[in-house]
Nanobody, 127 residues
């Protein structure tokens, strides 16, 4: 079993930055694919960024490419999402997720297949 706990959300003005953290506790954390998703009221979860087990590869939604960076620190069992040049459309509840099955390409940015989820952290960007 894997437990995920997010932190780092808050309010920021457009153009500002935030860094989200996701601490993973449980068996063999670094064998999982880890991802960040976001959700606004009435919408489904949108994949933002994923990092493969061992950190060998990353993938981003087109809407955040060049602005967001996903990384992980295996010693701390933590995955980060550095968000720069933030815009009001980045406002959402952000969730950390993990999956223990293989995915490739854009499939990795779909919530289907992720079997562990954190409780979410709210991010609000004002104009």
């Amino acid at each position: 079993l894997l437990e995920l706990v997010e932190s780092g959300g808050g309010s920021v003005q457009a153009g500002g930055s935030l860094r989200l953290s996701c601490v993973a506790s449980g068996y063999a954390y670094n064998t999982y694919y880890m991802g960040w998703f976001r959700q606004t009221p009435g919408q489904g979860r949108e994949g933002v960024a994923i990092i493969t087990s061992g950190g060998s590869a990353t993938r981003y939604a087109d809407s955040v490419k060049g602005r967001f960076t996903i990384s992980q620190d295996d010693a701390k069992e933590t995955v980060y999402l550095q968000m720069n040049q933030m815009a009001p459309e980045d406002t959402a509840m952000y969730y950390c997720a993990a999956r223990d099955t293989y995915c490739s390409g854009s499939d990795c940015l779909r919530e289907t297949g992720y079997n562990y989820w954190g409780q979410g952290t709210q991010v609000t960007v004002s104009s």
